[in-house]
């Protein structure tokens, strides 16, 4: 005759296998890629966006400020924002053009767009090397020069007048994209914090 296990004692097992189905499985860190196979791959992708955070300081002044970028092809569109999303201002570049709304939602062109800019940020933004900065790898455009760690992945990359470091990275699909950098050159210093990423 089958012996019945009373509800109340059979609770506390129970309890044990749902938290035991419950625990997040460790995600194995990515593999080491080659650089000759990780920069020409990194350098073709064209879709991306990223979540994060800046400050960037130009002699005296500076901001901070979230950010949202998105990449689709050669056109990059960011969106920085104060807290809680106050006072939002975009820009959009796809190498020939850039345009800029401010957070009053004026619109500006071209010449206009990049006056703002400059008059904004102290600084002229090296947009199109950029998008290839955030990941890591430099603007197949130009020259540059490349330091990389044991796991083959760039600490400083010089390009352009340019000084990139990258202070961390965080494991994205089968690679590792960076979490933290800082872009600078004389009297001007971007540092990034990027929060996620979201490839396409």
């Not at 499985?25 to 593999?31: G, I």
């Not at 975009?90 to 990049?114: I, Y």
Request: charged share 15%; proline share 8%.
């Amino acid at each position: 005759m089958s012996r019945r296990i009373p509800l109340s004692a059979a609770l506390p097992g129970l309890a044990a296998l749902a938290l035991a189905a419950c625990q997040t499985v460790p995600v194995p860190p990515a593999p080491t890629i080659a650089w000759s196979v990780r920069q020409p791959e990194l350098q073709s992708l064209s879709t991306f966006r990223l979540n994060g955070r800046v400050a960037v300081a130009v002699e005296q002044r500076g901001f901070n400020a979230n950010i949202r970028w998105m990449q689709n092809g050669t056109r990059t569109r960011m969106i920085l924002s104060g807290p809680l999303g106050a006072d939002a201002a975009q820009v959009t570049a796809d190498g020939t053009s850039l345009s800029v709304v401010t957070p009053h939602g004026r619109h500006l062109g071209n010449a206009a767009a990049r006056e703002v800019l400059v008059r904004q940020l102290g600084f002229e933004p090296p947009l199109q090397s950029l998008r290839y900065w955030v990941l890591g790898v430099p603007d197949p455009g130009a020259a540059a020069s490349v330091a990389l760690d044991a796991e083959q992945r760039p600490t400083t990359l010089r390009q352009g007048g340019w000084s990139i470091e990258y202070h961390s990275y965080m494991p994205v699909g089968a690679d590792w994209l960076p979490r933290l950098l800082t872009v600078k050159r004389a009297g001007v210093r971007l540092r990034m914090v990027v929060d996620a990423w979201h490839l396409q």
